[in-house]
């Protein structure tokens, strides 16, 4: 049975031109209705907003361009910005993902019910749903680190790496770019990465909001080093792996 989806749509939207490959998860602090107020405002847009409860708002039909994304690319892409190729999906979290804690099971719960739709009416990669910081490493800070991204994996919507497999030992650069970041700042993808796949070394901050003016620390190494370029080798290895495959699928 298809969820229950409350529709309050935009005119901040414009038809598609490009096929829509990835989705984009992201978090707000506000509320779905201040989200929408905030969206408004400024002229932006989202396709869904996923409340902490679990309610679902649409505020641009999938099959039109929002303005979610801002400038971002992913994989060397063209252009400035992700919004013509994507969907984009807010979450509702108070301390902006930075805990597992600032995800509700419902919330999770229905994300997922989401996504598996949208996956199967667009035929989207699993290796193509991605969060905003990944996509935007100078920028933003979203869905955060507390992100459930492996509870994504066991549902088979998302990418995870197995530290089993690994790819062979690069620079860095070259391994975060094989997975897709832009490495202009490199500190700033360094720290996406962490925040997606190895949220141990992502502290967490008890301003919030100083999320939105500095997504980064300007200064950040990573303490564990060994474990750090592990987990980057074993997630170009998959990444890779997964874009070689000439099928797509999900179970279920």
Same mark, same amino acid.
């Given at each position: 049975?298809?969820?229950?989806?409350?529709?309050?749509?935009?005119?901040?939207?414009?038809?598609?031109?490009?096929?829509?490959?990835?989705?984009?998860?992201?978090?707000?602090?506000?509320?779905?209705?201040?989200?929408?107020?905030?969206?408004?405002?400024?002229?932006?847009?989202?396709?869904?907003?996923?409340?902490?409860?679990?309610?679902?708002?649409?505020?641009?039909?999938?099959?039109?361009?929002?303005?979610?994304?801002?400038?971002?690319?992913?994989?060397?892409?063209?252009?400035?910005?992700?919004?013509?190729?994507?969907?984009?999906?807010?979450?509702?979290?108070?301390?902006?993902?930075?805990?597992?804690?600032?995800?509700?099971?419902?919330?999770?719960?229905?994300?997922?019910?989401?996504?598996?739709?949208?996956?199967?009416?667009?035929?989207?990669?699993?290796?193509?749903?991605?969060?905003?910081?990944?996509?935007?490493?100078?920028?933003?800070?979203?869905?955060?680190?507390?992100?459930?991204?492996?509870?994504?994996?066991?549902?088979?919507?998302?990418?995870?790496?197995?530290?089993?497999?690994?790819?062979?030992?690069?620079p860095e650069e070259e391994l975060l770019q094989t997975i897709g970041y832009?490495?202009?700042? $490199?500190? &700033? +993808?360094? *720290? %996406? /990465?962490?925040?997606?796949?190895?949220?141990?070394?992502?502290?967490?901050?008890?301003?919030?909001?100083s999320l939105l003016d500095e997504p980064y620390p300007k200064d950040f190494?990573?303490?564990?080093?060994?474990?750090?370029?592990?987990? $980057?080798? &074993? +997630?170009? *290895? %998959? /990444?890779?792996?997964?874009?070689?495959?000439?099928?797509?699928?999900?179970?279920?």
């Amino acid at each position: 049975m298809a969820q229950k989806i409350i529709i309050t749509h935009t005119a901040n939207c414009r038809d598609r031109t490009e096929d829509i490959r990835y989705i984009i998860l992201h978090c707000s602090s506000y509320s779905p209705d201040k989200q929408l107020d905030i969206l408004d405002k400024y002229g932006l847009s989202t396709h869904y907003i996923v409340s902490e409860r679990g309610q679902i708002t649409e505020n641009c039909p999938p099959d039109k361009v929002a303005y979610h994304a801002g400038e971002s690319s992913w994989l060397g892409s063209e252009g400035k910005s992700l919004n013509g190729c994507s969907i984009g999906i807010e979450l509702e979290s108070f301390n902006l993902g930075q805990t597992p804690q600032d995800y509700s099971s419902a919330q999770i719960s229905a994300l997922c019910r989401l996504l598996r739709q949208l996956v199967f009416a667009y035929r989207i990669r699993r290796e193509n749903i991605l969060g905003h910081s990944d996509i935007a490493p100078k920028r933003k800070a979203d869905p955060g680190a507390g992100f459930p991204w492996q509870k994504l994996y066991a549902r088979q919507l998302v990418l995870w790496p197995s530290l089993k497999s690994l790819s062979p030992e690069a620079p860095e650069e070259e391994l975060l770019q094989t997975i897709g970041y832009d490495t202009d700042d $490199l500190t &700033a +993808a360094r *720290y %996406a /990465f962490c925040r997606h796949f190895f949220p141990r070394e992502v502290a967490v901050r008890t301003d919030v909001h100083s999320l939105l003016d500095e997504p980064y620390p300007k200064d950040f190494a990573v303490r564990d080093r060994e474990g750090y370029m592990r987990m $980057l080798r &074993a +997630a170009a *290895y %998959a /990444f890779q792996t997964e874009r070689k495959k000439k099928y797509w699928y999900l179970n279920g």
